[in-house]
């Protein structure tokens, strides 16, 4: 557990006194309710905090306590488990000689002393009794127990010789008549082991643990008692602490009956008397009353009774429950001062934080409050801002500058109102220069607009204003445009028509040289069949005299073949023959075998009855005490032992004549292994002739159809290339009519060429008259020029633009730059 130093509150308590000696609060500051109103809020917290954090260490105390008190019963379990596993030995070792039909006293008296001898050290006595007749059927009741010497006076039984002096042994049957008895009548009528009350024995406290004994039809002939001594049970609990060096344990019985109590260890009890009673004592009075209700529905917990914790817990195989005592005190005291040392500490670094913030809050307001008083200008204002706190004086200032800010608004808004009055003169002013203006600039437009779309029949209105000269100037441009106009639409037309006729020369000199072009690839696929033809007709050829070449020499392996079958064929019917005759063999010998198996079969029987005389022999001659009784069972003995002889050689003799003929067997069998082989490899040389067989006649038969292909591919491939060698006449004709064709057409195309050059050449003169930028004139060129002069005016075809569009597209324009 942790412990707050003793010096610790005392230095934090002098820092916190410093630090308000140095900074005084003022009773209306923002930064000492929040003083208050975080302390006092975290000391509530901190309160449910160290409550909480004092049942947590409560509650681990308990649990401490309750691990202390399982280790504990664990601990007695173990020294216990080896005086329930010695019972369970005794019961079985007694079960195995009852099921061996050994009924003689003596045997398990032995049994008894020495599970004595080999168990635990908690172990005093034990013994085994058996129920009328049934262990040792010649005596009703018989129970053999053995104990160690208490050496006090009054012990039942005798002390046995030395060197076992130090054990007494006692037949319960007559030292305490014990079928009247709890332990033994309870485990009989029960049928399970189990835990008795101590009780005093010759000045010790000692337990019984009795367990019955089956036998092979589950039913119970027996029982077996162990006595327990609890002294060292007893020791170890008195030394032992439950935890933090303090509290005890304590063990009371099924019924209350106290074994162990560290702080008054009871006096044993008189002989066969039972211990102490909980009641007796004040202090487990009330405690045996709690846990006894409590262990019907649970086996532990944990109790507080009296200013101390009682951790309780049945100890499962004697039925008994421990207790853990644990004095109260020594878990709530310290827990406490934990507790309340721990919320100090927080409470005290909560306050110096908190502190600390508020100072430095008011520090940071201090320059806005000086501003806000300065802001102040009347002592009315001045006075209210002295008597609220620092947010209080924030929020005065605030709302006071928003009253200067809308006067000074009013302010700007009529010197603003004023500007926009003679704004609005001059503007109008304006207005009206623009409207004149813009009526010039949009006739311009117009014009402009109605040239655009190639009109240029029209002028634009002249007048004494700076457009009137800028309409003049454009007029003078136009005229000059339309007599280039003229002699361009002139002249497109010339060449309009020279590049139809010239385009259909075109396309027919494109359509004749691609027939030229598949005409001359169509002569070189033919030729190159040609070729392919002739040389499979080569390969075919060869192909048909090596297909005939192998069919002859698959003829003579063939005939080789058939020889070799037919020679395989006699020798299996010869090896057939034989492995049937010694088939017929071994089958003779498997049924002298089964002749030999029955009379193996009657030797054992007359070997188990002979077994059976010599036990029966054996038994009386361990009960025989005379002599001569015992002479007349050495005799029968001997005629025992006469009969095994001559079973044993009659056994002898059958196991040579076995040996004899399973020799002959192996010869059998061998002699059919060496037929198997060979009739396996006689089938396996048939079976590779067969298998030749057919390959040679499949060779003969592929090459046949080889041949048979191949004559058929000679006579296609001769008749491919008769109709090659025709198709690729009729191509090279073809290809001479369209080549002088195209001369023809080429000469043609020439001549208009050289026309349109002309026509070129005399159009460039007129249009020399504008001057054009170099860009510009990289950026158009002839067949645009030309393309656009097709869609805007009269074409090949005669068409003329129409005027009513021409209007209306002319006022859109001028729309469109009015805008």
């Avoid at 002393?113 to 034990?126: D, M, N, V, Y």
């Avoid at 311009?444 to 029209?458: K, M, P, Q, S």
């Avoid at 139809?500 to 075109?506: I, K, N, P, Y």
Wanted: charged share 20%; aromatic share 6%; proline share 4%.
């Amino acid at each position: 557990m942790t412990t707050t130093p003793p010096n610790l509150p005392r230095q934090i308590a002098g820092n916190l006194t410093q630090l308000l000696s140095s900074w005084q609060l003022g009773s209306n500051s923002i930064g000492a309710r929040l003083f208050l109103y975080v302390l006092g809020s975290a000391a509530i917290g901190l309160a449910a905090l160290s409550y909480s954090f004092y049942q947590t260490l409560i509650r681990g105390a308990q649990a401490e306590i309750q691990n202390s008190l399982s280790t504990q019963v664990k601990s007695v379990e173990a020294q216990l488990a080896p005086v329930e596993q010695q019972v369970r030995s005794l019961s079985g070792a007694a079960n195995v000689l009852h099921r061996q039909g050994i009924e003689t006293p003596s045997a398990y008296e032995q049994l008894a002393f020495s599970a004595l001898r080999q168990g635990s050290k908690l172990l005093t006595g034990i013994g085994l009794g058996q129920t009328p007749r049934a262990i040792v059927p010649d005596r009703q009741w018989f129970f053999p127990f053995y104990y160690f010497d208490k050496k006090v006076a009054g012990q039942k039984g005798k002390r046995l010789p030395a060197p076992n002096g130090d054990v007494i042994y006692s037949e319960l049957f007559a030292d305490d008549n014990y079928p009247n008895q709890d332990y033994y009548a309870t485990p009989v009528a029960s049928g399970k082991a189990s835990w008795f009350e101590p009780y005093g024995s010759y000045g010790a406290l000692i337990a019984t643990y009795a367990a019955p004994i089956f036998d092979r039809q589950q039913k119970i002939i027996g029982v077996v008692n162990a006595d327990v001594d609890f002294v060292d049970v007893t020791q170890q609990i008195a030394n032992t602490k439950v935890t933090r060096n303090a509290g005890y344990f304590t063990i009371l019985s099924a019924q209350g009956r106290i074994v162990a109590y560290p702080p008054a260890p009871p006096v044993p009890p008189k002989n066969l008397q039972p211990g102490p009673s909980a009641e007796t004592v004040p202090e487990l009075k009330p405690v045996w009353s709690s846990v006894r209700q409590r262990l019907a529905s649970q086996t532990s917990g944990l109790l507080a009774i009296e200013g101390k914790y009682w951790a309780y817990q049945k100890i499962p195989s004697t039925g008994w429950v421990m207790l853990a005592a644990f004095p109260q005190e020594a878990i709530v005291a310290p827990a406490i001062l934990t507790s309340i040392g721990a919320a100090l500490i927080v409470a005290t670094l909560l306050g110096i934080v908190v502190l600390l913030f508020v100072r430095n809050l008011n520090r940071r307001l201090q320059p806005i409050l000086d501003e806000c008083n300065k802001l102040a200008t009347d002592a009315q204002t001045q006075a209210k801002l002295q008597g609220q706190d620092e947010i209080g004086r924030l929020s005065a200032s605030f709302f006071n500058l928003l009253a200067q800010l809308e006067a000074n608004q009013a302010q700007i808004r009529q010197e603003a109102s004023l500007r926009v009055q003679i704004q609005e003169r001059q503007r109008q002013a304006l207005e009206a220069e623009s409207q004149v203006l813009q009526e010039d600039v949009g006739q311009l437009l117009e014009v402009v607009a109605a040239v655009e779309e190639g009109d240029l029949t029209v002028q634009a209105p002249v007048s004494d204003r700076v457009t009137g000269l800028v309409a003049d100037t454009f007029n003078r441009l136009v005229e000059q445009l339309a007599r280039i106009m003229a002699v361009v639409s002139s002249t497109a037309q010339q060449v309009t028509q020279s590049a139809e006729t010239l385009e259909q020369f075109a396309v027919q000199t494109v359509s004749q040289v691609r027939l030229q072009t598949r005409s001359v690839e169509a002569v070189q696929a033919l030729l190159q069949n040609i070729r392919n033809l002739t040389r499979d007709n080569a390969k075919q050829t060869q192909i048909a005299n090596q297909s005939v070449q192998q069919a002859q020499e698959a003829l003579v392996r063939g005939q080789g073949q058939m020889t070799q079958l037919s020679a395989g064929i006699d020798t299996l019917d010869r090896g057939t023959v034989q492995i049937v005759r010694r088939m017929q063999t071994l089958s003779d010998f498997v049924q002298l075998a089964v002749l030999f198996a029955k009379d193996q079969k009657r030797i054992a029987s007359m070997t188990r009855v002979l077994a059976l005389n010599a036990a029966l022999l054996s038994t009386r001659a361990t009960e025989q005490q005379d002599p001569d009784q015992f002479a007349s069972i050495a005799r029968e003995f001997e005629a025992v032992a006469a009969q095994v002889n001559d079973l044993a050689v009659q056994t002898s003799q059958s196991l040579i004549v076995l040996q004899q003929r399973t020799e002959q067997i192996q010869t059998v069998v061998s002699g059919l292994n060496q037929d198997a082989e060979e009739i396996d490899r006689i089938v396996k040389d048939f079976a590779t002739g067969v298998e030749q067989s057919r390959q040679v006649f499949d060779e003969i038969r592929t090459a046949t159809m080889q041949v048979a292909r191949v004559g058929q591919q000679v006579t296609q491939s001769s008749q491919a290339i008769a109709d090659a060698a025709r198709d690729t006449l009729k191509s090279i004709r073809e290809i001479a009519a369209l080549a002088s064709d195209t001369e023809r057409q080429a000469s043609i195309t020439r001549e208009q060429s050289e026309a349109m050059g002309q026509l070129a050449r005399n159009l460039d003169e007129l249009v020399r008259f504008f001057r054009i930028a170099p860009e510009q004139m990289q950026a158009g060129s002839a067949a645009k020029i030309l393309g656009s002069a097709n869609d805007s005016g009269s074409g090949s075809n005669g068409t003329q633009p129409d005027p009513i569009n021409n209007e209306n597209k002319k006022v859109t324009s001028s729309k469109k730059r009015k805008s």
